[in-house]
Nanobody
Framework: QVQLVESGGGSAQAGGSLRLSCVVS????????MGWYRQAPGKERELVAS???????KYGAAVRGRDTVSKDDTKKTIDLEMSNLQREDTGVYFC???????????WGQGIQVTVSS
């Protein structure tokens, strides 16, 4: 069973940076999509950034140009580098990995990111 464990969240000042990391275990590190979502209070979960099998990246409109998603096949991690943080980036960030089309995939437990001005 795939397990995803996030780390690196916390508090930051607006304009600052944070790096999130997600360690994947319990399966081969091969997914059709893997990446990060977030959920702010009272809002639906939304895509932050994902890596599609083959290497293409997809970013949510709110973070495009500020965040960078990457993966390390050796360490089996999915990382999110967030820069120029805004208060609107506050929320719980979830790591997600989907092994194939038609499969829901697995979620991490979530990690809090709080940005203050």
């Amino acid at each position: 069973q795939v397990q995803l464990v996030e780390s690196g969240g916390g508090s930051a000042q607006a304009g600052g940076s944070l790096r999130l990391s997600c360690v994947v275990s319990g399966s081969e590190f091969s997914f059709i999509t893997m990446g990060w979502y977030r959920q702010a209070p009272g809002k639906e979960r939304e895509l932050v950034a994902s890596i599609i099998r083959g290497g293409a990246r997809k970013y949510g409109a709110a973070v495009r140009g500020r965040d960078t998603v990457s993966k390390d096949d050796t360490k089996k991690t999915i990382d999110l580098e967030m820069s120029n943080l805004q208060r609107e980036d506050t929320g719980v960030y979830f790591c997600h990995a989907r092994p194939n089309l038609g499969v829901a995939g697995s979620w991490g437990q979530g990690i809090q990111v709080t940005v203050s001005s």
